[in-house]
């Protein structure tokens, strides 16, 4: 037997942690440290699980269980872990460009060309989406009244390839290295007469696979939506977030498939040597473009829909006032869940076509502009005569006002293809979409983790360090971005290594600070978890509604249990609970208690991760014989498994009847307090609201 | 409310801060861009950025200054200020949220169209044009042909027989119509003092017209990462006197030809420094050529289009080209299959 015939492709010289030893430079010394930082990371974490005896907690309450709120939780880990790497290549590659003048920067082109698009792949497809699909996990059936997914199985198994696509993109950081060609991976230069591999490879088999996973999700959350909302609520009594939700599951139902058809064209051009985007035999690359985009555009509303429905939800909440224009919101985010399927070509006004279809596109995308602006005045609305609380995620809020507004400006200005054909391609576009990105999407996550994350674990984040890295995170987004508007529009391009412009100079360097500052946010997050750990007792809101919430999740005991509500609520508005609080009548009990099905644990997740894992790395190195036993396992597994009846586990009434009245004791015990008292260790998260006054 | 007062403090220092940081682009290049355009297709563009941003300005002013005012107002802490807790709908300002809004990107949508058909990048620039847009033309149009290659810009001038790598020289006043196609991977052509950017594929002909209405340099850059040697794929565009260019031309014809075995050459991965030195020339900056066949650009075109498997040994641009395995087609006969 050949070694070729056990491990493909691979060889010794793959193996990146090695690179410094043969050639030390400081190259070299980043790329193995980076290797060498991860591999010591999951050793370090692997190493802890065995010495604390965790293993059996791990796996018991975390890696089989099927409970939406704990996959929620390990999407949003799964995406700060990733986000680490993603802000860390960020840092890296402005420090690249400050010192580029000229060229001559400190690592390699070929390095600067893996870390654009690492870190492109990396923030859109495993920190953006798990963010996003962790949100939509943990409150959907929260907010609906329910007690679960639609499918909580393959909401599991969906978390499985998720994980696969990460696993992938790590695996390629210590072993043989990631494409260059960016996140969107253009052929021809991604194709196999270009780029042999290994790197396309793993770019085609993690978005693939984990492409999968997010279509499933959208499949779940727009069932679960459309099938399990409790008795009463129409389409016109959910929570903002569920609409934006329920948006979000639609495009994500239709916008994956372009994609994953791409990525599977591109895979069998390169292993199969078909020609759909090669430069011979009739091959075009501008399929590649249409098929990419048809998935691109609306992937970016994919991940701002939800973060619209956080900034809903918080804008209302913190001015204590019901939201404005409630119809406005889900017409304009239903116009723009549609719409945003017919302006892909904005993406390339460059490639040729006729002025007529320039127009049409461009036209389409300035009318996307018009939902979105009126959302902005909506919420400044829900804001005017309400009495606001510059909390953190209003902070957030304040950030996001005043930042996003820029990033639609520049938006707009994209829409025009005569413009378009000066900026396109430039620095500008790489400050519009961060300006989006960050203060749209990221800083709607970060402010929804100061909402929920007393409801996931029962105490606040601590107010102070919050807003201090909120701030942080505004200023840095500025400083670091909004200089590139300016040399954008001067002509350096996107993913260039180098500039000879000396006025770019001020403008990388004022970046340069910004990348060390949003650097310093990062940390801020995590500095804000470990106080508010340390004081978690003075922090504590076990009784679950720290914010005078409106909507049902508040209901509910932080943490809430498995079962979520002792009995499906039964729903007669809009903000149910902000109601039932008004009139003075909250926490209806149940008349009586029923025995609750749940279903048991799996680890179907698990195999899928495994086996999928397995498979992509095979089919990456070309070692065959794995490819084939990942995939027959896989089948394998589902075949027998669908001779057996589907184990439910089952709560019974009385346990259900202990728990809750327990709650509710703790609640009458409790005197409520006002929103004087937010952010004082008397708030145990029993709210005197303060909507009674008015209404 | 202490904290809160310290949160408002710290948001307003930052704004300060922030816009004195942020002054507009700089003067301190001299050669022309987006900003300081050379002819009258760039300066359209330029005056539509204008416009699209005071027209915008209409929809975001209110949320700058009402968004600061609104929360300012309406704080908690104070307990003059209205507070409606159930109020949650008002036709008139409904009216206003989608009207405003919709009247804007009406007027911007008219303006777009205008302008994406009046300087569409394949119309080539005549009489009727030049009157549209109020500028002279002076003298016959100049056709070029541009190829990209790794990593640098070749143009073509089929008519007068000469070639460039690393500069392209036009004459002031007289219309430009490019072909653009590459010799390896996908590219973008943009020269942003001369008008903005358009593809050029493999395989494929794209077009720009353009025309310089004064003398000045700008830079003709390739913005589609295509390997490490990206960042140089920079060559100055000279827009000349007629007299110079005729000059140049001459310049050009007296170097050496641009014939088959050369073009494989140059057609390997690397800048223009890198080409000279292959080519055996001594000196720096950029090449001229004489070009023998008139042709070139089609057969470069027709490379892709011959009906047959093209190896990685034959394409410019992949790991394993070689340049004495490479030939181009003897005709120009793939391009006039397809003209995209
Ligand atoms: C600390 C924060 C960040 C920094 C310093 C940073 C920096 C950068 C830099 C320097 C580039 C390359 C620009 C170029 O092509 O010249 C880039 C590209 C990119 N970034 Fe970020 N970034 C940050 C956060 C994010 C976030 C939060 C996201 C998304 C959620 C994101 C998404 C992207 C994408 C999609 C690209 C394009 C990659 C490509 O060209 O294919 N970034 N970023
Ligand atoms: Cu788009």
């Avoid at chain 1, 809101?541 to 499906?568: H, M, Q």
């Avoid at chain 1, 004791?665 to 409790?670: D, S, V």
């Avoid at chain 2, 641009?258 to 050459?265: K, P, S, V």
Wanted: overall charge negative; hydrophobic content about 50%.
């Amino acid at each position: 037997m050949e070694m070729t015939d056990i491990f493909g492709r691979l060889s010794w010289a793959d193996l990146v942690l090695l690179d410094v030893f043969r050639s030390p430079s400081v190259d070299t010394a980043v790329s193995s440290g980076a290797a060498w930082i991860m591999v010591l990371g999951a050793a370090a974490v692997l190493v802890w699980l065995t010495v604390a005896g965790r293993w059996g907690w791990l796996w018991r309450d975390w890696l089989t269980t099927v409970d939406h709120k704990k996959i929620g939780i390990m999407y949003i880990t799964l995406g700060f872990i990733m986000m680490a790497r993603g802000i860390a290549e960020g840092v890296v590659m402005r420090s690249y460009q400050a010192t580029a003048y000229q060229g001559g920067a400190f690592l390699s082109e070929e390095h600067w060309a893996e870390l654009f698009s690492t870190h492109g792949t990396v923030m859109i497809f495993f920190v953006a989406m798990p963010f996003i699909t962790g949100f939509m996990n943990y409150l959907i059936p929260l907010q609906i009244g329910a007690r679960d997914m639609a499918f909580p199985v393959l909401n599991q198994i969906s978390l499985g390839l998720t994980g696969t696509g990460a696993a992938l993109v790590m695996i390629s950081l210590a072993l043989g290295g990631f494409e260059t060609g960016g996140w969107t991976a253009y052929p021809p230069f991604t194709g196999a007469d270009f780029d042999p591999g290994p790197g396309p490879d793993y770019w085609v088999w993690s978005i693939v696979l984990s492409g999968f996973g997010s279509m499933f999700s959208g499949l779940n959350f727009a069932v679960t939506i459309y099938k399990m909302r409790a008795p009463g609520m129409d389409y016109l009594k959910m929570p903002v977030f569920c609409w934006t939700a329920l948006c979000t599951s639609i495009l994500l139902i239709f916008a994956l498939p372009p994609l994953t058809v791409a990525g599977l064209m591109q895979a069998l051009d390169r292993l199969l040597g078909f020609h759909f985007f090669t430069n011979d035999l009739g091959g075009n690359m501008m399929n590649y473009a249409n098929l990419f985009w048809m998935f691109g555009h609306p992937e970016v509303y994919i991940l701002i829909l939800p973060a619209y429905g956080i900034f809903s939800e918080l804008t209302a909440t913190f001015a204590a006032k019901r939201l404005y224009g409630y119809r406005s919101l889900v017409m304009a985010t239903m116009s723009i869940a549609v719409i945003s399927f017919g302006v892909w070509l904005h993406h390339f006004f460059t490639m040729g076509q006729s002025p007529s279809i320039n127009a049409a596109f461009g036209i389409a995308t300035a009318i996307i502009a018009v939902p979105t602006g009126v959302k902005v005045y909506v919420w400044m609305a829900t804001l005017w005569r309400g009495r606001i609380r510059m909390t953190t995620p209003m902070v957030y809020m304040t950030g996001f006002f005043i930042l996003f507004t820029i990033g639609g400006f520049s938006g707009i200005i994209l829409a025009n293809p005569a413009i378009n054909w000066q900026v396109h391609n430039t620095q500008f576009i790489v400050a519009h979409f961060h300006n989006v990105l960050l203060p749209g999407l990221i800083f709607g996550i970060f402010a929804g983790i100061h909402i929920w994350f007393p409801k996931a674990y029962g105490f606040r984040l601590h107010e102070r360090a919050g807003t201090i890295t909120a701030i942080l995170w505004i200023v840095g987004f500025a400083m670091t971005f909004l200089p590139l508007y300016a040399v954008g529009l001067l002509g350096y391009p996107r993913r260039s290594a180098a500039f000879d412009d000396p006025a770019f100079l001020p403008y990388m360097y004022v970046s340069l600070t910004g990348a060390f500052i949003l650097l310093a946010a990062f940390c801020g997050l995590f500095v804000t978890l470990w106080i508010s750990i340390r004081n978690r007792d003075s922090l504590a809101v076990p009784l679950g509604d720290p914010w005078d919430g409106r909507t049902l999740e508040w209901a509910t005991p932080s943490p809430p249990p498995p079962w979520n509500f002792p009995v499906i609520p039964q729903v007669s508005s809009l903000d149910a609970f902000a109601k039932e609080k008004a009139e003075g009548k909250p926490y209806v009990q149940p008349a009586e208690y029923r025995d609750i099905e749940l279903p048991a644990p799996t680890s179907a997740g698990m195999v899928v991760m495994v086996s999928t894992t397995a498979l992509g790395f095979a089919l990456t190195w070309w070692i065959w014989w794995l490819a084939a036993a990942a995939a027959f396992g896989l089948v394998a597994y589902f075949f027998v498994r669908s001779f057996f009846e589907y184990p439910h586990i089952v709560i019974p009434a009385i346990e259900v009847q202990r728990v809750n009245e327990a709650w509710i004791e703790a609640l009458h015990l409790c005197t409520p307090v006002n929103r004087d008292h937010e952010d004082d260790p008397r708030n145990r998260g029993h709210a005197a609201t303060d909507m009674a006054i008015a209404s | 409310m202490r904290q809160s007062e310290h949160t408002w403090f710290a948001l307003f220092a930052f704004t300060v801060l922030a816009a004195a940081i942020y002054t507009p682009a700089s003067a301190a290049t001299h050669s022309a861009d987006f900003m300081r355009p050379l002819g009258p297709i760039a300066d359209m563009q330029r005056t539509e950025l204008f416009w699209a941003t005071v027209i915008v300005m209409v929809a975001i002013l209110p949320v700058f200054v009402g968004v600061p005012w609104i929360l300012w107002r309406y704080r908690r802490s104070n307990d003059k200020s209205e507070y409606a807790p159930a109020w949650h709908f008002d036709t008139k300002l409904e009216l206003v949220m989608w009207g405003v809004p919709a009247a804007i990107v009406v007027a911007f949508g008219i303006w777009l169209t205008q302008a994406v058909f009046r300087i569409d990048p394949y119309r080539t620039i005549d009489a009727e044009m030049a009157e549209g847009m109020n500028f002279e033309i002076d003298g016959p149009p100049v056709v070029v042909d541009v190829v990209g290659l790794d990593w640098k810009w070749l143009f073509i001038y089929p008519d007068e027989g000469v070639a460039s790598v690393g500069e392209m020289v036009i004459p002031v006043g007289r219309p430009v119509s490019m072909r653009l196609t590459t010799d390896t991977v996908m590219q973008s052509f943009m020269a942003q003092g001369l008008a903005g950017q358009i593809y050029a594929m493999p395989g494929m002909v794209t077009r720009l017209n353009v025309l310089a209405e004064r003398e000045g340099t700008t830079v003709a850059e390739n913005t589609q990462y295509n390997g490490t040697g990206f960042a140089s794929q920079r060559a100055p565009a000279r827009a000349v006197t007629d007299a110079e260019f005729s000059a140049w031309i001459d310049t050009a014809r007296a170097a050496p030809p641009l014939d088959d075995e050369t073009y494989a050459q140059l057609a390997k991965s690397g800048d223009v420094a890198a080409a000279r030195r292959d080519l055996g020339r001594t000196g720096s900056g950029p090449l001229a050529f004489a070009l023998p066949d008139p042709m070139l650009f089609g057969r470069i075109v027709g490379r892709y289009r011959t009906g047959a498997p093209v190896p990685p040994e034959q394409q410019p641009g992949s790991h394993s080209y070689d340049p004495e395995a490479a030939r181009l087609p003897a005709t120009d006969k793939g391009m006039s299959d397809g003209n995209d």
